[in-house]
């Protein structure tokens, strides 16, 4: 399955790259996420746990960032599974940044989900239905933050 979207961000295309090349606080935006380690500068180890119809799943992912063109292209890889309901995922994600203006930014992301075993045996829309609220989510979770970052350090200039 793939999901495209895109948002915009009252911040600059620096600000918004400096935030979302930080894995702790990119993690806060992500719905689920329990845990994150680094392995390596490009590498991570990630728990993300989520609830897909009458499913509760934990997956223990691996996460690879494949390219990363400062600021403007990140694109990742996310490749785990969950034992106990024996499923696997794999998400492929692209994220560009485009300058609107000086102070804002346009992010556009695409996804790319395949899912296997018990959890794509749920059905496609009931799949479909859960990745797009996590992606909506996660946007204004992103957003919320980035614009919250840029306020408080506007705010400490003026002091």
Known sequence: MIFEDHFLIEASRPAVWAYIWDPE???????????????????YSV?????????????????KIMEAEEPVRLMSVFEGKDSKIASRLKQVNTMELVDVSATRTEIRYKSEVTLM?????????VIKGKAK????????????EIE???AD???????
């Open 25 to 43: 606080k990119m993690s806060r935006c992500v719905p689920g996420v329990e845990q994150v380690v680094a392995e390596s500068e490009n590498s």
């Open 47 to 63: 728990r993300v746990k989520t609830r897909v119809g009458f499913l509760s799943a934990t997956f223990n992912l691996g996460v």
């Open 117 to 125: 075993g018990k959890l794509a045996t749920l059905g496609r829309s």
């Open 133 to 144: 609220q996590m992606m909506k989510e996660f946007s204004q979770k992103l957003k919320m």
């Open 148 to 150: 919250k970052t840029e």
């Open 153 to 159: 350090m506007a705010a400490a200039k003026e002091v």
